[in-house]
Each structure stands twice: as C-alpha cells, then as structure tokens.
C-alpha cells in the first residue's frame, strides 16, 4: 500500500480469494468502511447512521485519501491497492485486501465517495448508484475520505426482509465500532446515531481509556492487564477480574493481528483458566489481542475476513491461557485473602476488588515471562507469595448450624461457611498442589479388592496412569478386578472401594472425560465425593481445622465448581438490618 497506487488484480489472485457477500446488512457496510479508513492511516473517524443504517450510513476519516484519478478504480471489483500477487495473501498487514469491499456496497445502495488525497491541493467526488458509476468531478475537500452510502439495498428488497429491528442492528452496529475503538486506541473514533452520540474515544493510544469511554470507568478501573510474551507469540489487552461476570460469551472478544475474529476455541482457552474461580454458567468479559507472525495465520478463509486459520493452534491456545491464568493468580489470592474482601458476591451489596491497583501492582512487580509455565503448581514464582499474612487465624469459630453449616466471627462481621463446599475447595487445592512423588499416600493395611462390570473396569483401567499418579497404587487384579493398595494422604479414611466406584460412575455419567484439563476435572470429582457431607456432625476442633484450612486456601471463597463456600454478613450490614445506622 505503500505507492498508493491501484490495480486490478490478476485473476489468479481474484479466484485464490474465496468468493462470497460482503455485504449482509448495515453493519457490514459499517466494517468495511471502517477498515479502510483504518488501513489509509487515519486518525480520526467518524460514524454516522440513520436508521440503523437503513436510510444513511456515513464514515469520514483523515487518513491518506484516494488520488483522485483513482476514484473509479477504488469502486471497481477486484481493485486493491493492499495487495499485488498471490504470495501477498499469506503476509497479509492491513485489514481489507479483497479489493471487493467499495463495489460490493457500490451494487446495493447509492453510494457517494468523497476524497482528497493527503498531497493533493483538491479532491474529488464520484458517486455509483446500484453499480453504475457516474463520471467524477473536481471538488474542494478536506484531506482524507468519506463515503456515505444512502438507501442500502433499495435495489434488492429481498435483502430488506432479512434484517432484523431497527434496534437489533442498531446494537450491531454498536457493538462493531466499539471493537474496532478498542482495538485501535490510537484513532479518535466518533459513533453517532439518529443524532445521538453512542460514544466518542480519545483516541490517545490508551487503550484502557477508550474502554473507559465506551463502557465507563467503573468497570474500564477494575479490568486486569495482560502482557505476555512467548517467543513470538504476544498477547495483550484486558480482563475481567472474578467478581464481573456476564451469562454469555459474547463480551469475549480476540483479536488477532488487530482483526476481531470468531473462535470458539479461544473463549474456550480463556473460560478454562477461569475453571474453579467463576460460577457454573457465567463467563469471563475480554479484549484480548493475539499478535504473532504474520505468515502464522491464514486470514483468508471468511469473505467477512472474521475467521482465521492458525498455523500452530495448540500454542496459541496454551499462551492463551497461561497469560490469562497467570494474571488471574496474582491478583486472587492477595484480594481475596484479606478479610475484608471475603464478602460475597451473593449478598446484595458487594465490595469491588481493587483491582485496579492490583493491576498496577502486578505490572511494577513485574512478573517473569518465562516463569513456571502452570500457576497451579505448587511453588509457582509468579504469584506473590500470600501464605505467611494467612497463618493469622482470621476466623472464630462459634458453631456448627444444621449439621452443614459452620457460623465464624471474621474482623468485619459473620461468616456462614459451607461444610461441603469448603472441604470440596481445601481438598481441591491440596490435591491439585501435590505431584506422585512427593505425594505421602496412606497404605492400605488390607488391600481392598473392587470389581467391576467389564466396561467400568475399561475405563478404570484407562485412568489408572492418572489415578495413580494423583497418590493412588491401584493395580490390575485379574480380568475386571482391582486391588487399591495406597490412597492419597489427604483422602484417608475414605472408603477405597468407594472412592473408586464414584470416579468410574462420574466417568460414565461423564461425555467427555478427557477433554479439557483432565487431571483437573478428575482432581474436581474426587474431591466432590470425599469431602465431607453437608449432614456430618463436627466437633468444635474439626470445625476449628476447617476454617483453618479454609483460609490457607488460594481461592477460598468458592468450591472448585464455581459455588460458594461463605456467604458474609457484614458488620455495617448487621447494623443496618437492625435499624442501628442508616435510620437515623
Ligand atoms: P480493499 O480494502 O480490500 O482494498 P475496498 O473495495 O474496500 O477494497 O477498497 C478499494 C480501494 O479503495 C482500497 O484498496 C483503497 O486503495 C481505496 N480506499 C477505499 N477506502 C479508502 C479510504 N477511506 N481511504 C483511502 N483509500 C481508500
Ligand atoms: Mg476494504
């Protein structure tokens, strides 16, 4: 793009783009337009639509502009000044190059194309209506381009019938520019609908504070930055910290060499660093930015150029998800192992973790990029290290209520604790922290011998190598029968047999045991069954042990399948609730 200069492409290179519409519905046109006027180095775009875009859509930018005896060329099919030959497709940098874009939107609406190029002293107009384009005229302009294109499919009222309400593809719309906001935080990006602003960035690099203009402060302030770099892959931008959550993954968003794409395996990648931290159901928000080799990813496999193919998926997936977790455990256990972040979020009025000074804190502490590779290890030197503020005993156990519930007196209130649920999450952790080697299992004095149905003792046996490395000796006894010769220390006494059967049925019940991370989610059902039941009685000491354990946690607020341990009734809430404060 450098010479500015644009040519038809050869038809070898026209047939290698895979051929498709570009144009579905306003928001289409929205996208492309912007993409060029990103691509011609703007600083500055503004947006207007009217009627969501049914009756104007117009995009005005300052970027380099179009020469103006190339105006009907940039209108034509197949005309790009991004690309040159084939080879060009693999190493694409800028985010149109199918030259398809302007004739696409040409053939559907009226359209009308005014620009300047930066060093010319006037500029031009050209309009094309329903693909006919009328000759060009001389005209004074300001430097760069805008396009406004009116009555968008008034040729092809079939296209009409599929859009949606107005409110519908008012929100994509929306939604589309502030993705591209937020992507280019460097561009002052104006959107106005209907004659109402939706948002307006400053356009001054900083990319927490074009969120902050889209989405406001509160949430842009408690949003944690990702920096992380491995070898050549980089992956920058924001995440929601545990305690803002949303019911969907549509405030996932990746980006990927600054495109915004669709990949439902990367949201994967991010819920699963997430797992054990996030109830069941809810999701994580994201702007995640995946730069890598340009020759590391194919982007043309979706004529709207919003898929992409990668050449080493699984790396990125894993980069994905390191940069993603390590950030997570830097901030978890400092917040919420102080009491007074122990509330929960179940409760009406909930605190907000800091963290937006946490983030601060991270980044001035500087985590080691290349430090241990899973924080859930123990030992991991990427998290500050929380343990020895925690030895302080921060709750006073009072008793147990209902043979499930622990009550605990905490510096800022009560504490109602679930038994189940904190054993779950002490289990959890201790297992998850302890390798075969190290691990100090219990010898069984008797062996205790299971059989099984020949397809439980298939799976076992297909689990045997996990198993036994989480603590358990379980061997091959005869056709279908075992012998479980050592139980990890932490399940002791535990019945053996049990503890088998219940990991075979969960297998069973479960469609896909080895997806995700597997030792994770076989650590996650053993521990559902080991812990103690809501039901058991406590004495004072076992109580007392618990709540112990409970704070040395890393995540000692929720069980490892997202539901809450405790549920805070503050000090002030008391009051409150008792007409001591607020009333008066
Ligand atoms: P593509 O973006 O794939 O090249 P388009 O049809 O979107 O195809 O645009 C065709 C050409 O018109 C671009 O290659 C570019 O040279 C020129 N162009 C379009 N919009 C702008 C703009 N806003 N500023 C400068 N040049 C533009
Ligand atoms: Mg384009």
Redesign the pocket.
């Known amino acids: 793009m450098s010479d500015?200069k644009?040519t038809i492409l050869a038809d070898d290179v026209a047939s290698q783009i895979a051929a498709g519409e570009v144009v579905e519905r306003p928001a289409s046109v929205v996208k492309?337009?912007l993409?060029?006027?990103i691509?011609?180095g703007?600083t500055t775009i503004d947006i207007k639509v009217v009627e969501a875009g049914r009756r104007e859509i117009s995009v005005t930018?300052n970027?380099?502009?179009?020469p103006y005896d190339q105006l009907e060329l940039?209108a034509a099919r197949h005309?790009?000044?991004?690309l040159r030959d084939a080879d060009d497709l693999f190493q694409v940098k800028?985010l149109?190059?199918?030259?398809?874009?302007?004739?696409s939107i040409g053939s559907v609406a009226r359209m009308e194309i005014t620009?300047q190029a930066h060093d010319a002293t006037a500029g031009g107009r050209l309009s094309v209506e329903a693909g006919v384009t009328s000759a060009r005229r001389r005209l004074a302009a300001n430097n760069?381009?805008a396009?406004t294109v009116r009555e968008l499919f008034y040729n092809v009222p079939a296209r009409l019938k599929f859009l949606k309400t107005d409110m519908t593809e008012k929100k994509q719309i929306d939604t589309l520019v502030s993705r591209y906001a937020i992507a280019y935080p460097g561009i002052r990006f104006s959107l106005t609908q209907d004659g109402n602003r939706s948002f307006l960035t400053p356009g001054n690099g900083d990319r927490r504070e074009a969120v902050s203009a889209i989405y406001g402060v509160d949430l842009a302030k408690q949003l944690l930055e990702v920096i992380f770099t491995d070898h050549d892959i980089r992956i920058t931008g924001f995440i929601s910290p545990t305690s803002i959550t949303r019911a969907n993954r549509r405030e996932m968003n990746f980006f990927v060499n600054g495109r915004w794409i669709q990949d439902s395996s990367l949201s994967a990648a991010v819920n699963q660093a997430y797992q054990n931290m996030l109830m069941v159901g809810r999701y994580p928000l994201c702007f995640l930015f995946i730069e890598l080799e340009l020759s590391q990813v194919d982007v043309n496999v979706h004529p709207a150029k919003a898929e992409v193919r990668f050449n080493a998926p699984d790396r990125v997936f894993a980069a994905l998800q390191r940069a993603v977790r390590r950030v997570l455990l830097a901030v978890t256990p400092v917040t919420e192992l102080h009491a007074q972040h122990w509330q929960s979020p179940y409760l009406g009025q909930h605190r907000i973790d800091p963290a937006w000074d946490m983030a601060k804190d991270n980044r001035e502490t500087s985590v080691p990029p290349d430090a241990q590779p899973s924080p859930w290890e123990a030992g991991d030197t990427t998290s500050p290290a929380p343990l020895t503020g925690m030895k302080m005993q921060l709750l006073r156990v009072v008793g147990q209520v209902g043979a499930a519930y622990l009550i605990a007196e905490g510096p800022d209130g009560l504490y109602l604790i679930d038994q189940h649920a904190a054993h779950e999450r002490i289990l959890f952790e201790k297992m998850l922290s302890s390798s075969a080697p190290e691990q100090a299992g219990q010898i069984l004095l008797t062996p205790v011998t299971v059989d099984l149905p020949p397809q439980q003792a298939r799976l076992l046996s297909g689990q045997l190598e996990a198993l036994n490395d989480l603590g358990f000796q379980i061997v091959e006894f005869g056709p279908n029968s075992f012998q479980v010769r050592v139980i990890p220390a932490q399940l002791a006494g535990g019945d053996p047999a049990e503890l088998v059967h219940v990991v075979v049925n969960d297998f069973e019940e479960d469609e896909s045991p080895l997806a995700g991370s597997q030792r994770e989610r076989l650590i996650g059902r053993i521990c559902k069954r080991a812990a103690i039941k809501a039901g058991k009685v406590l004495d004072l000491r076992e109580q007392a042990q618990l709540l112990a354990d409970l704070e040395t946690c890393e995540n000692p607020r929720h069980c490892p399948h997202g539901r809450p341990t405790m549920i805070h009734l503050s000090v002030d809430m008391l009051e409150r609730q008792f007409g001591r404060r607020g009333a008066r």
């Open positions: 500015q644009i492309e337009l993409e060029n006027a691509d011609a703007a930018d970027g380099l502009g179009i940039a005309a790009t000044s991004k800028t149109g190059f199918r030259g398809e874009a302007l004739a620009s760069g381009t396009i």
